[in-house]
């Protein structure tokens, strides 16, 4: 007889629980052959709101095409330090019109990539000040990619600040120490699937010690599933194990979790549609 394969269980939120996936990237071709479904089966978990994220023009276009068709999605538009060389002028306006549309709740991701490294630093620097400056501009919050990039994406958040928009240090790595200086330029920390991993110690000191009124969770999706899906696509739906291993980490419910993190990104990102 073959044997049954095993079902790995979501965790269940309580009635009348929901959570957001604050930063995703639906239009990867990853989810070509199953974009509905996985919205859906996100939406069906609890995770009704999920917030999907531009990386350049071509992206950002796409990012807010998904959000104009589906209700639980809102997108982000900016362009990552990944694509900091080929970005230019024009680039940039068209981001600022498609930055105009009511489906766009932010600016982002946006930020500077030490480990990658695909443009040289100065370049990723200069790009960075001028979007963090649009981002101003346009009155919206910023999302912001700090690979190994702390100490610079500080010094010229520092230069920029105040923020009355705020903003989000999405997938976040570094220490406590790193994440109350962000705090206190009033951006939110993000927590990403990887602190369910055994040797993520300091990133789930972080997440147990920064006050859950500061935190976001996410899911980086298709990168960067959780356990216990590491290895595999991940999907918004999954963000379910990271808030149940941030509630493990600071000895509350899921529940609790959730309805925090929601209540901050609703506030962050002024999220309107009732669901
Ligand atoms: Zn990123
Ligand atoms: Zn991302």
Redesign the pocket.
Known sequence: MAKKKKKIKLPELGPGSILVDS???LDFPDYAADQEEVIAAAVKAGVTRMIT?G?DYRTSAAAVALAAEYESVYAAVGI?PHHAAEMSDDDLSAIVGLAKSPEVVAYG?VGIDMVKNYAPLEVQKEKFSRQVALAKELELPLII?DREAHAEILAILQKEAPFPAKGVI??FSGNLDIASRFMELGFYISIPGVVTFNKAEELQEAARRIPLESLLVET?AP?LAPVPRRGRRNEPAYVLYTAQKVAELKGITLDEVAGTTTANVEKLFHLTKQL
């Open positions: 930063h995703c990237h994220i990386i990552h991701e990619h999405h997938c980086d990168f």
